[in-house]
T-cell receptor, first 118, second 114 residues
Framework: AQTVTQSQPEMSVQEAETVTLSCTYD???????LFWYKQPPSRQMILVIR??????QNATENRFSVNFQKAAKSFSLKISDSQLGDAAMYFC???????????????FGTGTRLTIIP | ETGVTQSPTHLIKTRGQQVTLRCSSQ?????VSWYQQALGQGPQFIFQ???????GRGNFPPRFSGLQFPNYSSELNVNALELDDSALYLC?????????????FGNGTRLTVT
C-alpha cells in the first residue's frame, strides 16, 4: 500500500517571501502521479499542481513549483511571492498510474497548515 | 460550467441513526468518489462509482454504501452511525480515464454524530 507523509503540521511565511512544504511518499510502483491540493476554510479541495512520475521536469504553475526527487521519493511544493490568499491547509496526494478505469483513488498526507504573515 | 455540489452543508445525527449525503457531479464527469476527512487529518478514500457501479473501495465497513444515478449524481449512505463517523465528507468527480481531468471536489458535508 502507498503512504504519503507530510512532516510539517504547520508552516508560516512572511507575505511576498518564499516557502517550501515537504512531502515524502512510499510506493513500489514506477508509474504514478503526485498532486498538491489546497484546502482553504471554505473546505473545498483545490488542485494546485500535479506531476507525472515519468516526467523528469518539475511542474510549474505560476508562483507554484515542485521539486520532484523520484529516487528519494520526495515531492516538495515551493510557493514564491506568498500572498495572503495562499493561507490554507496543503495536502500532498498520490495516485497510482495503474489504476483501473474508474478506480482512481487518491492517497493523501495529513496536511500542512500554511499561515501568511502580513 | 457547474461545479461539484454537496448537500446538506451541515448535519447532526444521533448514534445509531442512518444518514444520506448527496452529491451532484461537475458537468461532463462520469465518476464520483467519496472521501472522509476527520478533524486534523487528510481525506481517506471511501469508494468510487463509475457507470453506476462501485469500482474501488477503501478500508470502510459495509455500513458505508453508495449509489450513482444515470445523471452521475451520487449518494453516500451510512447506517448505524458511530461517534467516530463525525467528519467532513467530501465528494469529488472526474472524467474517468483521463489524467487531464483531475478530481474536482465539492465543499463537503460536515457530519456530527452525538
Amino acid at each position: 500500500a502507498q503512504t504519503v507523509t507530510q512532516s510539517q503540521p504547520e508552516m508560516s511565511v512572511q507575505e511576498a517571501e518564499t516557502v517550501t512544504l515537504s512531502c515524502t511518499y512510499d510506493t513500489s510502483e514506477s508509474d504514478y502521479y503526485l498532486f498538491w491540493y489546497k484546502q482553504p476554510p471554505s473546505r473545498q479541495m483545490i488542485l494546485v499542481i500535479r506531476q507525472e512520475a515519468y516526467k523528469q521536469q518539475n511542474a510549474t504553475e505560476n508562483r507554484f513549483s515542485v521539486n520532484f526527487q523520484k529516487a528519494a521519493k520526495s515531492f516538495s511544493l515551493k510557493i514564491s511571492d506568498s500572498q495572503l490568499g495562499d493561507a490554507a491547509m496543503y495536502f500532498c496526494a498520490y495516485r497510482s498510474g495503474y489504476a483501473n478505469f474508474g478506480n482512481e483513488k487518491l492517497t493523501f498526507g495529513t496536511g500542512t497548515r500554511l499561515t501568511i504573515i502580513p | 460550467e457547474t461545479g461539484v455540489t454537496q448537500s446538506p452543508t451541515h448535519l447532526i445525527k444521533t448514534r445509531g441513526q442512518q444518514v444520506t449525503l448527496r452529491c451532484s457531479s461537475q458537468s461532463g464527469h462520469n465518476t464520483v468518489s467519496w472521501y472522509q476527512q476527520a478533524l486534523g487529518q487528510g481525506p481517506q478514500f471511501i469508494f468510487q462509482y463509475y457507470r453506476e457501479e462501485e469500482n474501488g473501495r477503501g478500508n470502510f465497513p459495509p455500513r458505508f454504501s453508495g449509489l450513482q444515478f444515470p445523471n452521475y449524481s451520487s449518494e453516500l449512505n451510512v447506517n448505524a452511525l458511530e461517534l467516530d463517523d463525525s467528519a467532513l465528507y467530501l465528494c469529488a468527480s472526474s472524467a474517468s480515464g483521463s489524467y487531464n481531468s483531475p478530481l474536482h471536489f465539492g465543499n463537503g458535508t460536515r457530519l456530527t454524530v452525538t
